[in-house]
């Protein structure tokens, strides 16, 4: 994970399209971003997010496409980290953490879509649904054999001892921002 990029997009400058196969992971340097998921013709805010956070992780964790778009809201500089680098690194962990760590995109994922479930009834708005939930970037079906971790699962003591011996510290950094991500 030596040689991360870093990229600079501009105000107003799409970095991830809702929907899209994943192929990278990004965390912010400096400047902010606002993720937004469609909910029929509109777009939803689901939270905006600055210095030191990681966005695109999810779609790398379960293997899905893009579940939000990110936009720039101000000039942004962000290290840019390869899914295929990021996905050897997490095959070589210990499997409770691989499991924790798709538990917390199960989790996030299922929280952005009370999200939308919520603005149907403020706005209006049609009801959320996806027909490629189940379906993986390269569009392939996922059957998830696996019952999600509980968050109170994550938090014990067994897999945060884990966590805090994952090397390289990026990994160390995604799943703490997974996690704060997930009890929002």
Known sequence: MHNIPTIHYSAGEVIIREGEPSNSVYMIISGKVEITKKAGSKDILLTTQGKNTIFGEM???????????????????????????????????DIDIIHALKSLAHIIRSNNKIIIES??????IEKFENDEENTNALGIVVE??????????????????????VEPPFVKSLFRVLMQTAQQ
Do not use: F, W
């Open 59 to 93: 779609a790398l964790l379960d293997g899905k496409r893009r579940s939000a778009t990110v936009t720039a809201i101000e000039d942004t500089y962000c290290h840019r980290c390869d899914t295929l680098s990021l996905m050897r690194i997490i095959s070589q962990l």
């Open 119 to 124: 603005q149907k009834d403020e706005d209006g």
């Open 144 to 165: 998830d054999n696996y019952k999600p971790m509980t968050m109170d699962d994550i938090l014990g003591d067994n897999i945060k001892g884990k966590i805090e011996l």
